[in-house]
Structure formats: C-alpha cells, structure tokens
C-alpha cells in the first residue's frame, strides 16, 4: 500500500494535466541536466572530445528517457481508481463469513478474505459455489489458501445459481451451521460475487437472521476485467431495523 501511494505521488509531477506540478518537475530535470552538464565540463575540461562524448551520450540516452516518461504517461492513462471506505462504513473482521464465489479467476474473494483475516480473526468461512465454479481451479485455491491460514472451509453446493429459493435456503443452512459452532460467531455474509440472484437470497437469508451484511465495490477495467484490492475495505450494509426475527 506504501509503495502504492509513492508511485501515485511521483505520478502526478508528470500527469500534464496538472500543470503546476508538470512545470516543477520539468524545471527540476532541466536543472539536473544542466548540472550534469557542467560537471562533466569540470571534471573532462572543455575540449572538444568532452562536447563529442556529451552530445553522444545525449543520443543515447535519449530515447530511454523518452520511453521511460512514455511508459510512465501510459501507466497514468490506465490508472484506476481505488474506492476508499470510510472507517465509519467498513464491516469488523468477523470470525464466520459466508462468501458466495463467483467464476472471475480474478474476483475480489480474496481481497474479502484477507480483510477478515487480519489479526488472525476469520476462523470459519462458508463458500456458497456453483458447479461450474466447483469445477474451476479457483476454487481449489481459494480452499487451499484458506487452510494455510488455519481457517476451517464449508462448501455449499447450489445446484442452480439463478434459483432464488435455492440460494435462500442453502445461505439459510449454512446460518444455522455457524451457529451452532461458538468460534465461528459473529458470522457475515457477503453478497459480492455469484450471480445477481445469488446476491439476493443470501440477503435475504441474512435479514432472517439479522446477520451483518456487506459487499466489496470492487472498480472495473474498461476491458471489463476486475481490479484486485481496488477497495480499502469491504463496506457493511444496514438495513432499517424493523425487529428482525431468528428462525
């Protein structure tokens, strides 16, 4: 993250669409370039080898330079946007989770996890798949990974991701199960990944037992494509309290 916001700082002296900071990181280079100059000139003496190797060198470096700033205004151009959660709207890390998987190889599961994970919190997580993603190795990974942290990982197997009542009630078990288990309450669900009616159900199941809810706004590529970690956090979703009930 450090070093992510070094090279945002760095960025905007060569982002022309700042011109203060362009104009004082131009002055900046041609000051070190007429150093540079003059200190060859009092180390070699003006002569005219001294002025051929200066003009040779120029040539040559020349185009590093210009594929450099290139590269750096291309990489300014692509820059995307990272969401910053407020404090006040960000979830707890909770030892439960219940965490629908989508079939992206790059979606935000593991920017959600890891964010649970800190300071070891998350102790028990549910992955709600489909059986296209039960075939995918991302799920395999996703378990895997999860293990290495000492997390113990439910499957739950839904047969049909655009059924409502299906996901309701498997989100509904998986409830029941963290429950029943001390060290993996207080549980969360998110409803990031899946499908848009996997979304739904585990909401709902959520709201019948007044369990925290939350999402991740991750920010997309023009391509489509997910940008990993492009949120600081999860945000946690309040519902109006209307007196839930527990089944």
């Keep these: 993250m450090k070093s992510r916001r070094l090279s ?3 960025a905007q002296f060569l982002d022309s669409r700042a011109p203060l900071l362009f104009i004082v990181a131009s002055l900046v280079l041609a000051m070190l370039g007429n150093a540079l100059y003059e200190l060859v000139l009092l180390t070699f003496g003006e002569q005219p080898v001294t002025l ?3 003009i040779l060198g120029a040539a040559l470096i020349f185009p590093l330079l ?7 205004i291309e990489t300014i151009a692509r820059r995307n946007p990272i969401i910053d959660i407020a ?6 890390p909770h030892a439960g989770l219940i965490l629908p998987v989508g079939l992206n190889p790059s979606g935000p599961e593991q920017a959600i996890l890891a964010w649970h994970l800190r300071n070891a919190i998350l102790r028990d997580c549910w992955l709600v798949v489909s059986p296209q993603v ?3 190795p991302k799920l395999s990974d996703l378990k895997q990974w999860l293990m290495e942290q000492n997390v113990d990982v439910h499957t739950v197997s839904i047969r049909d991701a ?5 996901v309701f009630h498997a989100a509904m078990q998986a409830l029941r199960e963290a429950q029943a288990l001390p060290r993996a309450l207080p549980v969360a669900v998110d409803i990031t990944g899946g499908t848009a009616v996997m979304s739904v159900g585990l909401a709902l199941a959520a709201r019948n037992w007044n369990a925290p809810l939350q999402y991740y706004p991750a920010v997309y590529r023009s391509d489509g494509s997910l940008l990993i970690n492009s949120a600081t956090a999860p945000k946690q979703i309040v519902f109006a309290s209307t007196g839930g009930t527990t089944p």
Excluded at 87 to 92: F, H, L, V, Y
């Design 66 to 72: 210009f594929w450099g700033l290139r590269r750096a």
């Design 87 to 92: 404090p006040a709207e960000q979830i707890n």
């Design 8 to 10: 945002e700082f760095l």
């Design 134 to 136: 039960q075939q995918s």
């Design 52 to 54: 051929i190797g200066i």
């Design 162 to 166: 655009t059924s409502l009542e299906e």
